[in-house]
């Protein structure tokens, strides 16, 4: 079975572009997370849904970041007026169980390099 | 502030040398303490949940074991395939299942 799958794996924006992040998660899983890992740091949280309601937003560093999870699968991470503090790794893990964090399962990430 | 210090954050082996990797946390209460590795250009791959002081878990060549306030990644006799960053997080209790992860520790074995 595949994995989490993320498009594109690597960016590169222009200071000042929108870019939209995708994340295919594993079929079935209720969990979706999204992370920011910034180069030599450990993951940090963004945002958590469970199936299609995001009901934690409260790592999203500002109102340029946002997500989406329509029908309770792919979700989309966009990112609008990119400044180069928001150049990371963004990871997506998804995981079978409401809540859980033992049980994630991480995408390769992608990597965001803002000009 | 719930804190997560991972040490050393590099550290260079030869191949069949043992060590470990320390993760030291300042939590209001802990839920579990997870261990992952990572490669380079791929995300964290799950290794290890630990719940409760004295508890101990073995995969391979690796051991997580942990106490009140800090948790050890035992390598024994590691292999060049061992080289990656492991990575350390915590979620509390309280309600919020948001992990708190450390900064990793960069692992390099020589062959």
């Known amino acids: 079975g595949a994995g989490v799958s993320q498009s594109p794996r690597y960016k590169v924006a222009k200071r000042g572009q929108d870019v939209a992040l995708r994340c295919d998660p594993i079929s079935g899983h209720v969990s979706l997370f999204w992370y920011q890992q910034a180069l030599g740091q450990g993951p940090e949280f963004l945002t958590y849904?469970?199936?299609?309601?995001?009901?934690?937003k409260s790592g999203l560093p500002s109102d340029r970041f946002f997500a989406e999870r329509p029908e309770g699968s792919v979700s989309t991470l966009k990112i609008q007026r990119t400044q180069q503090e928001d150049s990371a790794v963004y990871l997506c893990?998804?995981?079978?169980?409401?809540?859980?964090?033992?049980?994630?399962?991480f995408g390769p990430g992608t990597r965001l390099t803002v000009l | 502030e719930d804190q997560v210090t991972q040490s050393p954050e590099a550290l260079r082996l030869q191949e069949g040398e043992s060590s470990s990797l320390n993760c030291s946390y300042t939590v209001s209460g802990l839920r579990g303490l997870f261990w992952y590795r990572q490669d380079p250009g791929k995300g964290p791959e799950f290794l290890f949940t630990?719940?409760?002081a004295g508890e101990e878990k073995e995969k391979e060549r690796l051991k997580a074991t942990l106490t009140k306030k800090e948790s050890f990644l035992h390598i024994t006799a590691p292999k060049p395939e061992d080289s990656a960053t492991y990575l350390c997080a915590v979620q509390t209790t309280g309600g919020s299942y948001i992990p708190t992860f450390g900064r990793g520790t960069s692992l390099i074995v020589h062959p």
């Open positions: 893990a998804s995981s079978p169980r409401v809540g859980a964090t033992d049980t994630q399962y």
């Open positions: 849904f469970q199936n299609e309601a995001q009901l934690d």
């Open positions: 630990l719940y409760s």
